[in-house]
């Protein structure tokens, strides 16, 4: 229970910044998914051996999934837990409720994220505990005893950006309680794959790879300790095996194997390397001599992305292997065709094949996770995974609005934030034509021309894109990263920037472009000491490699921005890039990523900068600010943990001082210009949050591996500085709200089984605040302009009675009946527009149902736009905010003939409850289901009633009030 002097410790807490708040406040608020339903990197993948219709992945920045219908839906399992990065994912074959996950990606990439450590469940996914190994950031690869649950070992791979001594192999006896590092090279190598001889535990096969990410983008080293290892003592010695694979001085790099189930003497290797000797292995006595059958680049380049061979259980003839497709030979390796992929490369990390089965099939991708029951000749689809990952977020000004990203691997997506069908679905979405990695800028003044990537003109009309790129063919004369800049001006709509060393900026649409600033990266880079050993002389005078890789235009003037490099350089220009000033913050160090800037939306000297050291080694986070156009620069960060790097910073355009933060994990947020962060996760799953923007009342964000997500109404969170210190019990001012039908099907409903997003909630949003629980009574209310009551609800009301045996269909489609909220805390309720329900009516549901969402009917009255009264009423004390309701933006009809509309249907509605409240009769029981029916003729669609319907309620109005 919240304390009573609860709105006198807001004030003094945010006011004085003494203590910040407790997140408890509004964990009743939540975000919700809205896809896009296409899937993004995975990496850990396993069946159940006697279970062949389950199987489980494991996602980067995804977390961990289910599927008990061979691929037909996946269920998260993971949402509650610190991560959501997972490099595998193992199940006990002896006892399949027992799952362990490997958190951190287990790949060298450059927008990799880590974990911290193992975790176990003994229930099958429903709950699970960290086990160790926090350092390892980097787990590839777990295995379990197919006989002992509890005998585990995990593959640390270690830190992407600098040397640790928690990596390299390590075994556990009690189910991960404790741990010992068994096989371990140096600080720079890790552990990669781990493998059990299938018909010998006791035999076990690991690689070590030695590879370290460089702090500037492409930079990767392959160091001097990677190899194949074998024990035949259950992990306690281990020999190294050499003979016939590449040593260290021809390049060896990643090592990937598979075993033969049905004869273990048989082994293959997806071995990188130099000088011609990368390529696929073979042995044929245990790994004890190799030998190369093919060197063919589509199988193992790329090799330290790609590494995984499988034998075919039942045939150690039939070999596949992943790659950006996925190959299969049957004569041993001798020749391999496509088995899968796609053009642009699926890009395939992990197959898995049931032992017992071996034509069930598991393929793990960056496209997500699919299976097949025959073999190959068809798979499940990876259309059905909200595991998108995103770079960067962005919205248009269209109602509804929508929200966009470029995907990694996949290209680009956009998506409604609602659905006209009561839900976000396959119809709401569609790719906009930007590169994987892009920004995406749709034009503010036609949301129908979309900019993006290096770069790009979409138009949505005719689906065309247009590469309109400063240089039509690139001659070196720019450096560009993955993740260009390209962003309008807020204050000016014509001006499109767009960034690689240097800024550009159009007002033609791309037609034409002009260089607006010099090289803004460091003309002289530092080496980080994060480099160690794979430091060599010529780094010290390697020409620049730096870009601008944050844009701020000003929200005040146009010819103000700043902008912020990847080598950690911040730059300013006040006549729009005739002269550019170098304002960077004394503590920022070569390659400190600046990951994005914001300028101020309130005045032209304040400007918000996230510093990402993830690339250094450094997982603190960063967030500098300024208010004297960076002469001088404050680390605001207290708050956010000390492991979260942040990647975003946003300040809200409404709220003075309100700012959010995207780190690797979560959202946050401070109401003090950054002296206390507050987390802001409530019911979203930790992932990798890469960008976050402020649409009008709503927040944003793109995650680097769960898709979009949005929070709906952040007024009250604006609004909890101006909380009354004399009581704690406050109505927060309901932002407007647009009348919008639920939804608008009138087919069948779609099946449970298609991959839905939410939409945002049908009604009006009100947000209140309880000091202490209520015990006594609670209403809220809602009164039009008249001060006539409109709707009525309180703590005392019963849910709603369906008699499910009168119903046709399952109950898994019913919206589940809530009663107002009397917790302390801060509470939402929804109104959904409608005056009460008529009375006397058996309830029925609609064919518009959505799975679990679906209202009951005949509804009340639809409210007509205007002004109306939110009054709530706690004990004696009585609090009432105005809330006013739009017409939604795309309807044509006048405000006239949605006043006519709204007139004909309230007529029926009171003259059924006259029919109600007199005498029972067949005749005014058959006078009550006729004016029911008009009453839903005359609002079915948001246009002037018909005549004949108008002439019906005319009628029946005349048969209720014969005198009139």
């Not at 096969?205 to 160091?223: I, S, V």
Request: glycine content about 10%.
């Amino acid at each position: 229970m919240l304390p009573k002097t609860l709105a006198l410790i807001f004030l003094t807490s945010l006011v004085v910044s003494a203590q910040p708040m407790s997140p408890t406040l509004w964990q009743s608020l939540n975000w919700r998914s809205i896809g896009p339903f296409r899937g993004g990197r995975t990496v850990g993948a396993t069946g159940v051996r006697s279970q062949p219709n389950v199987f489980y992945v494991g996602v980067n920045n995804g977390g961990v999934w289910k599927t008990n219908d061979y691929g037909r839906t996946w269920k998260p399992l993971f949402d509650k837990q610190p991560t959501g990065s997972i490099g595998d994912v193992a199940v006990s074959q002896s006892n399949p409720n027992v799952l362990y996950a490997a958190s951190g990606e287990g790949l060298q990439r450059p927008d990799l994220s880590i974990g911290d450590g193992v975790y176990k469940s003994i229930d099958g996914g429903s709950t699970w505990r960290n086990m160790g190994l926090r350092d390892a950031q980097q787990i590839a690869s777990i295995i379990v005893d197919p006989a002992d649950p509890n005998r585990i070992f995990a593959a640390a791979l270690g830190h992407p950006y600098g040397p640790n001594t928690e990596r390299g192999l390590y075994r556990s006896l009690n189910g991960g309680e404790s741990w010992e590092r068994v096989l371990y090279k140096d600080e720079n190598t890790g552990a990669m794959q781990v493998e059990f001889d299938p018909q010998n535990p006791q035999n076990i096969y690991a690689c070590l790879w030695a590879g370290r990410q460089g702090p500037w983008e492409n930079g990767q080293w392959k160091g001097a300790g990677s190899g194949l290892f074998h024990s035949t003592d259950g992990g306690t010695n281990w020999t190294q095996l050499t003979q016939g694979l590449p040593t260290i001085t021809q390049g060896l790099g990643r090592i990937g194997i598979g075993i033969a189930h049905s004869n273990p003497q048989i082994m293959y290797a997806t071995v990188e390397a130099d000088r011609g000797l990368g390529g696929i292995y073979r042995s044929d006595n245990a790994g004890t001599i190799w030998r190369l059958l093919t060197a063919d680049p589509r199988l193992w380049g790329r090799g330290s992305d790609f590494a995984e061979v499988r034998a075919k259980p039942n045939d150690p003839e039939t070999v596949y292997v992943a790659n950006t497709g996925t190959y299969v030979s049957i004569d041993g390796g001798k020749t391999f065709k496509g088995f899968k992929g796609a053009p642009g490369g699926d890009d395939y990390h992990r197959i898995w094949i049931n032992p017992d089965r071996p034509e069930i099939m598991l393929l793990a991708a960056d496209q997500g996770a699919v299976i097949s029951v025959n073999g190959g000749e068809s798979w499940s689809s990876w259309y059905n995974q909200a595991t998108a990952q995103f770079y960067h977020v962005s919205t248009d000004n269209q109602f509804p609005y929508w929200v966009y990203g470029g995907q990694q691997e996949s290209g680009s997506a956009g998506v409604a934030s609602r659905g006209d069908y009561g839900a976000i679905t396959w119809r709401d979405w569609r790719t906009v034509g930007v590169e994987e990695y892009g920004y995406v800028a749709p034009d503010p003044l036609d949301s129908n021309i979309i900019y993006g990537g290096k770069l790009t003109k979409f138009d949505k009309r005719t689906g065309q894109v247009q590469n309109i790129a400063p240089e039509a063919v690139r001659r070196g004369t720019y450096r560009f990263l993955r993740t260009a800049p390209v962003l309008f001006s807020p204050v000016d709509p014509h001006v499109l920037y767009y960034a690689g060393n240097v800024l550009f900026k159009t007002t033609t649409g791309g037609k034409s472009w002009k260089v607006i600033s010099p090289d803004l990266s460091r003309e002289k880079n530092e080496v980080p000491a994060s480099v160690g050993v794979y430091r060599t002389a010529d780094m010290q005078t390697m020409a620049r490699r730096g870009v601008i890789y944050t844009v701020a235009p000003s929200f005040k003037t146009v010819n103000t921005i700043w902008a912020g490099t990847d080598d950690g350089a911040i730059h300013i220009t006040r006549d729009g890039g005739q002269k550019w000033s170098n304002i960077t913050p004394p503590a920022l160090t070569s390659w400190s990523k600046v990951s994005l800037m914001e300028a101020s939306h309130f005045d032209d000297q304040t400007a918000y900068a996230a510093v990402n050291r993830f690339r250094l080694d450094d997982l603190r986070p960063y967030i500098y600010s300024t208010h004297d156009s960076g002469k001088t620069w404050n680390l605001i960060v207290k708050g956010i943990p000390q492991n979260e790097v942040v990647n975003a910073v946003r300040e809200d355009p409404k709220r003075k001082g309100m700012l959010y933060a995207a780190t690797e994990r979560a959202v946050y947020f401070t109401l003090d210009n950054g002296a206390n962060w507050l987390p802001l996760r409530m019911n979203m799953p930790s992932s990798s949050i890469r960008d976050i923007v402020v649409h009008e009342d709503d927040l944003v964000v793109g995650t680097h591996g769960r898709s979009f997500w949005i929070l709906d109404n952040i007024a009250a969170l604006r609004e909890l500085t101006v909380l009354l210190a004399a009581s704690g019990d406050h109505l927060f001012k309901p932002p407007y709200t647009y009348r919008v039908r639920r939804s608008v099907n009138t087919d069948t409903p779609i099946p449970p089984e298609e991959p839905m997003g939410q939409n945002p909630p049908d009604g009006a949003i009100i947000d209140y605040l309880l000091d202490n629980d209520v015990y006594g009574p609670l209403t809220l209310e809602i009164f039009d302009s008249k001060k006539l009551l409109v709707r009525r609800f309180a703590n005392s009301d019963k849910p709603e009675a369906i008699d499910e045996s009168k119903q046709a269909y399952p109950t898994y489609w019913f919206r589940q009946t809530r009663t107002l909220p009397t917790k302390a805390g801060m509470q939402r309720w929804i109104w959904d527009l409608h005056y009460a329900a008529p009375e006397g009516f058996p309830r029925t549901f609609p064919i518009s149902a959505i799975y679990g969402d679906t209202p009951s009917e005949p509804m009340g009255p639809l409210a007509a736009p205007g002004t109306y009264t939110v009054r709530l009423t706690v004990g004696a004390k009585v609090l009432e905010q105005p809330l006013t309701i739009r017409m939604d933006p795309r309807v044509k009809a006048s405000p006239q003939d949605i006043q006519k509309m709204f007139d004909a249907s309230f007529s029926c509605y009171e003259n059924i409850g006259k029919l109600r409240r007199a005498p029972k009769s067949a005749e005014s029981d058959k006078l009550a289901v006729e004016l029911l029916e008009v009453m839903r003729i005359t609002e079915e669609a948001d246009a002037a009633p018909t005549q004949q319907a108008m002439d019906a309620v005319t009628k029946l109005n005349r048969q209720v009030n014969p005198r009139k």
